[in-house]
């Protein structure tokens, strides 16, 4: 499993000895089709990055849950609540049996300490995928006000998302 994560797109740009001393720090363990990974509301004492397999990313509005994101190989999660300390926003659930891999917040500030040319790796990549999903949220927020100004809002979110209608949140603690 430890393979996976060499080879994983967090590291892809990282120099050997970078690759090397992260991965020491990760922990990577399956999971399985209905587990939470993350739990809104939680600490954000951990990033992943599923490895293997699939999961969702639901944001609950009161009984009902909405996907907002697929994840997949190479899909970073937790990225927000682990720098800020704040909250989950949201719950990751698998889909499909995979592998995880968990960086603890511990792990990182042990590496931040040490001025570890990794954790300064591990910025850059993350903050490099931030940037690219702020790009995609503008480009579809833009698509929704365009959809709202044309009065098909509500199609337009169906499929933006590829739902049809509201997915309930089945309750997996």
Excluded at 38 to 65: K, M, N, Q, W, Y
Excluded at 72 to 91: I, Q, T
Aim: glycine share 10%; aromatic share 4%.
């Amino acid at each position: 499993m430890v393979e996976a994560l060499l080879r994983s797109q967090l590291m892809a740009h990282m120099t050997d000895e970078e690759r090397r001393d992260l991965a020491l720090r990760f922990e990577v363990r399956p999971f399985s089709a209905g587990q939470t990974l993350i739990a809104e509301g939680s600490e954000g004492r951990g990033l992943l990055e599923i490895l293997a397999g699939t999961a969702e990313v639901r944001v609950r509005d009161g009984a009902h849950g909405y996907r907002v994101a697929r994840l997949g190989p190479g899909s970073l999660s937790g990225e927000a609540a682990f720098y800020s300390g704040s909250a989950r926003g949201a719950d990751v659930i698998g889909t499909s049996e995979g592998i995880v891999a968990v960086l603890s917040r511990t792990a990182y500030l042990s590496l931040l300490q040490q001025n570890s040319a990794a954790a300064e790796a591990l910025d850059k990549t993350v903050l490099e995928h931030l940037s690219r999903r702020v790009v995609e949220t503008n480009a579809r927020l833009e698509a929704l006000l365009t959809a709202k100004q044309d009065g098909g809002l509500k199609g337009a979110l169906q499929a933006m998302f590829g739902v049809k209608d509201s997915v309930p949140v089945v309750d997996h603690g």
